[in-house]
């Protein structure tokens, strides 16, 4: 049965998170591309949370989480579209990271979707709040705000109103892109073949990147985004630096709020008292790739 405890504070957190990512795009975007005294940036900014609000209602119905990951990947790509098609015509700079994004969302949505539904399509970050309809709310909420903050640079580059031809900055960017996802990639496909192998049961993961990194596809994600940032760089002035938010917030997320404090809690609780795990956690970097201390 569905409740509705703390719904007031709940809509107020809803209410908040929305002033705070349209104004954010707002800001960041306003030396952008405007449509009809919209800037190209605010347009997408509505749309995420349009998309991530429609998605809610079936979601709320059903009391499942089951599409969240997807409707992210969803709202990343509805975004782009959008503004690559707002912005025409495009730049090489502009074409390149759109295409970063696009890959890089369908790549995540889709392995991030198959994971929950490998487990039953049951994310338990969600068994207390989808029950709650506002609180749940919540959640869609602050995926559209997450998703806004996150692509902040590559929207400020698809809808850049004057064009910058490719310099240093792009290619030191897309090279620090490149492997960031190549290391997200590369950790997630390790640790999938890891659990898949039935030998495996019961065990923590050490091998590969993973014996560099305790979390090296987070370290990945940083990275990547910090790339587009980098790209980002000669076209920034005034406002438009907030998209320095960008990696900020993805590192303040992962390794303090919903990633790396979240994993580690459940690993210890697993593995807390066996000595090889402790001997795992001491010798291997919690976040960047580092050579595991002898």
């Known amino acids: 049965m569905a409740s509705y405890k703390n719904a007031p504070r ?19 975007g306003s030396n952008g591309i405007q449509h009809s005294g919209l800037t190209v940036f605010a347009i997408c900014a509505a749309l995420a949370f349009v998309v991530n609000w429609l998605a809610f209602v079936p979601a709320a119905i059903a009391q499942t989480e089951k599409y969240y990951d997807l409707i992210g990947a969803v709202t990343y790509i509805s ?3 959008t503004a690559c098609v707002l912005s025409a015509p495009l730049d090489i700079r502009a074409i390149v990271v759109a295409a970063m994004v696009a890959v890089w969302s369908l790549r995540l949505g889709t392995f991030l979707y198959n994971r929950i539904h490998s487990v039953g399509g049951i994310d338990q970050r969600f068994d207390a709040i989808k029950v709650n309809p506002p609180r749940f709310l919540v959640a869609w909420t602050l995926q559209a705000v997450w998703a806004i903050i996150t692509a902040a640079a590559a929207l400020v580059i698809i809808s850049a109103a004057d064009r910058v031809p490719l310099d ?4 030191i960017g897309s090279a620090v892109w490149v492997f960031g996802f190549a290391v997200e990639v590369i950790a997630d496909r390790q640790k999938g073949a890891f659990r898949a192998n039935p030998d495996n049961a019961g065990k923590f993961i050490d091998e590969g990147l993973w014996s560099w990194s305790q979390h090296p596809n987070y370290f990945g994600e940083i990275t990547l985004w910090t790339g587009i940032v980098i790209i980002a ?4 002035s005034g406002w438009s630096f907030l998209v320095f938010a960008s990696p900020l917030f993805i590192t303040l997320l992962l390794t303090k709020i919903s990633g790396i404090n979240m994993l580690d809690a459940a690993a210890a609780k ?13 010798r291997t970097s919690k976040l960047l790739l580092w050579p595991p201390q002898p």
């Open 10 to 28: 709940s809509i107020a957190i809803v209410a908040f998170a929305t002033l705070l990512g349209v104004g954010f795009a707002w800001l960041a």
């Open 270 to 282: 697993r593995w807390g008292d066996d000595e090889e795990y402790q001997a795992y956690r001491e």
């Open 233 to 236: 760089f000669p076209l920034l």
């Open 168 to 171: 240093i900055f792009f290619w």
């Open 79 to 81: 975004m782009l579209v």
